[in-house]
């Protein structure tokens, strides 16, 4: 047998042997650490090489099956009739349709489950994809004809996420965005609308992640490129065909303050690939009914929407208090 087939033979045999136990083993092991960390009042998790989760996705990870039946069982959201997010999505779709505006859906991996191995003692654990669940949501969300963005294989590359903080990094922003645009960089109405010359300038950026102690000294080092219009930093265009919504993954380097810079995030990268500025509501903390309800009181029915990117990460699924709220009337007609 050629050398180039038993390779790819031996990396398959071993995904097998890993993907069933191994996997298993691993969303125990979350659970248990998220719950030791919730007895001692800890949010934080520390793993190898100093590199830190958050408690709440290990939990997330760790609960199994969170749509229909089970949802009840293992949501955080304060009002149980908020604990399933497929009828929210679907019922977002729907009114979405209704005035001919598409929808993207851009869940956002969990970093303890891309880094496993920095949790885990299995020296093989990134041979395999860890989320079952979350895929076979995915294919549910896409029998019922909602679209999916599946970001594990391309955020599994190294300097996807930042080794102090929740969010991924500014340089898996740039690749997000860049999938996206080749996506939809062929609709009608991005063929139609107006360009302005966008431009990049690449640079280091020194940040104190959130999850480091308040009074931590620690610093961590990141590359980015920072998006400009011309001379200027792109500005968010409440006119554009494109919206961003979503939770804080919408707005880390972006918007300065806490979300660490300006004009080098999601948002500022999409205006990069689409040549103008986009349309973003976002918001700290839960991502999923708070961005809708924004959307809702604007009493703009969408218009001149043609996109809608929904993005947050995959424990708002469970462990947003708010939960998913499903009658929110974006469309008044």
């Known amino acids: 047998m050629h050398l180039k087939y038993k390779l790819v033979l031996f990396i398959l045999v071993t995904m097998f042997s890993l993907s069933a136990d191994d996997s298993d083993d691993f969303l125990k092991k979350a659970g248990e650490l998220s719950a030791e960390a919730n007895n001692k009042k800890e949010r934080v998790i520390v793993g190898k090489d100093g590199w830190l989760f958050f408690s709440g996705e290990l939990r997330h990870l760790s609960v199994g099956k969170f749509w229909g039946k089970e949802a009840e069982k293992v949501s955080k959201a304060s009002r149980k009739k908020y604990a399933d997010p497929l009828p929210a999505i679907l019922e977002f779709k729907k009114q979405l349709d209704s005035v001919g505006v598409e929808l993207l859906l851009v869940p956002v991996p969990a970093k303890s489950m891309i880094k496993a191995d920095k949790i885990s003692t299995n020296t093989k654990i990134k041979l395999i994809r860890l989320d079952k669940h979350h895929q076979s949501f995915y294919k549910l969300l896409q029998e019922k004809g909602v679209a999916v963005l599946d970001l594990y294989e391309l955020l599994s590359k190294d300097g996807s996420y930042c080794k102090t903080d929740t969010h991924w990094s500014p340089e898996a922003c740039a690749s997000v965005a860049k999938l996206i645009y080749d996506k939809y960089s062929k609709k009608y109405w991005q063929l139609k609308s107006s360009k302005k010359k966008m431009t990049l300038k690449k640079g280091t950026l020194k940040i104190k992640g959130d999850l480091l102690k308040e009074s931590s000294k620690e610093k961590e080092e990141l590359s980015l490129n920072w998006v400009y219009e011309g001379e200027k930093p792109v500005k968010q265009n409440r006119k554009s065909p494109v919206l961003l919504i979503g939770d804080s993954h919408t707005l880390v380097f972006s918007v300065g303050g806490d979300m660490h810079t300006r004009n080098a995030g999601l948002a500022d990268h999409l205006a990069y ?9 976002g918001v700290r903390g839960s991502g999923v009914t708070v961005p809708r309800i924004d959307l ?19 424990r708002q699924f469970t462990e947003s208090t708010n939960g998913w709220m499903t009658k929110i009337p974006l469309i008044r007609k």
Do not use: E, H, M, T
């Open 273 to 281: 690939q689409f040549k103008n500025g986009i349309d973003v509501v």
């Open 296 to 314: 809702a009181r604007r009493k703009d029915n969408l218009g001149g929407k043609r996109l809608v990117i929904w993005c947050f990460s995959v």
